[in-house]
């Protein structure tokens, strides 16, 4: 492959590189012994009370002072100009939350069993496509006239919404493209798919079948954009891919790329944040590679389900892709990591 110069590392048997070096720093916080008392401090002990007496003879000599108009004003000054700083913050942070954050709505086609319901005219109508950013849920007559509380209609607000003719070309054009530009840059990205089982989350984010044109999803898309992007890039940068597919089912973690559960623990380090700590870690050199892993882990994640009992539509699957630039003139290191979530179905059980 064109771009295997241009990555580092090379594919490498699975293992844990970080975590055993991780837990060793911190074995090393958590048992250090208390600070010895520092000679110094102990001497401003014992001079406490003195201190303290001085102190309160200073402060009897001190006229109270009354409020002085001047002052006040000051104050009220100084307040409202925290509070302006206040306002200010919050509304970048308000604005960076909608420039940052987006939720989109995908519609799927009905199946045959809705399709017989809508039919029926049972209930609420499912809900509607009123525009690129509006769906409106609107009761149906029955239900309207058995139950006066129940709202007539609903109105929900997007940042976009797809019809069930939506190609998963499209989604990838909206949903994942921006964020392979963000990681490339540095910062770290996520997507997640929500709702019930069978609304089509695991078709959005892996899709049918990842190794075609058409019904391939956004995570396959989203690597294959990445891997273009190294071989566009110059000479100057080195690439090194790490991947790590997680499995989370009530609270027990699963290696879904070596089919291990126990041992995986997530740590919060003061360095390096959130850390999953045992949670083995592959060096990716090529996008076969990636194919290759993601198919194993798709496979492991079967295996998991009949092992340890489970429905995977109960599950939640991870998978963490840390993406390294180094810029060699400039001895500069750009990190970013993606994580691409097929979230448990929504509902209750
Ligand atoms: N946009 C879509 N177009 C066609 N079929 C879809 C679409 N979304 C989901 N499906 C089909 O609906 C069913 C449930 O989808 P799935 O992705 O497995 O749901 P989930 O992962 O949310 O449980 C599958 O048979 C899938 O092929
Ligand atoms: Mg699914």
């Known amino acids: 492959m064109k771009n295997k110069s241009k990555t580092t590392g090379g594919k490498l048997p699975i293992k844990k590189p970080s975590?055993?070096?991780?837990?060793a720093n911190i074995k090393k916080n958590v048992?250090?012994?208390?600070?010895?008392?520092?000679?110094?401090?102990?001497?401003?002990?014992?001079?406490?009370?003195k201190i303290k007496t001085i102190e309160t003879e200073k402060t009897k000599n001190i006229p109270i002072k009354k409020p002085n108009a001047s002052n006040v004003k000051k104050e009220e000054k100084e307040d409202k100009e925290k509070l302006d700083k206040e306002k200010e913050l919050l509304s970048s942070l308000q604005k960076a939350n909608k420039d940052f954050i987006k939720v989109f709505v995908r519609f799927r086609p009905l199946n045959e069993l809705e399709n017989e319901l809508l039919s029926d005219n049972c209930g609420?109508?499912?809900?509607?496509?009123?525009?690129?950013?509006?769906?409106?849920i609107y009761s149906t007559k029955e239900v309207k006239d058995s139950n006066a509380d129940i709202p007539s209609n609903l109105i929900f607000k997007y940042d976009k919404i797809f019809t069930s003719e939506s190609q998963q070309s499209q989604i990838y054009e909206n949903v994942g493209k921006r964020i392979v530009g963000d990681v490339m840059e540095g910062y770290n990205g996520t997507i997640f798919a929500y709702g019930q089982s069978g609304s089509g989350k695991t078709y959005t984010m892996y899709g049918p079948d990842i190794f075609d044109d058409i019904y391939k999803g956004i995570i396959p898309r989203i690597v294959e954009d990445i891997f273009n992007y190294v071989e566009k890039a110059d000479d100057n940068v080195d690439?090194?891919?790490k991947l790590s597919v997680l499995e989370i089912y009530k609270e027990v973690m699963y290696d879904l790329l070596t089919q291990q559960s126990s041992d995986i623990k997530i740590q919060e380090n003061p360095e390096t944040g959130i850390v999953i700590e045992g949670l083995s870690e592959v060096?990716?050199?090529s996008i076969d590679e990636f194919f290759e892993y993601v198919d194993l882990s798709q496979s492991n994640r079967k295996v998991a389900e009949?092992?340890?009992n489970h429905n995977s539509s109960r599950s939640h699957c991870i998978l963490i892709l840390e993406v390294t630039?180094?810029?060699?003139?400039?001895?500069?290191?750009?990190?970013?990591?993606?994580?691409?979530?097929?979230l448990a179905g929504s509902e209750k059980v």
């Open 19 to 23: 975590s055993a070096r991780d837990k």
């Open 31 to 49: 048992g250090r012994s208390p600070p010895k008392p520092n000679p110094q401090k102990e001497v401003k002990k014992k001079d406490n009370k």
């Open 124 to 136: 609420w109508e499912i809900p509607k496509y009123i525009s690129d950013t509006q769906i409106g």
């Open 239 to 241: 690439f090194q891919f």
């Open 283 to 285: 060096y990716l050199s």
């Open 306 to 308: 009949t092992k340890l």
């Open 325 to 342: 630039q180094s810029f060699k003139k400039e001895k500069l290191i750009k990190k970013g990591t993606l994580n691409l979530v097929d």
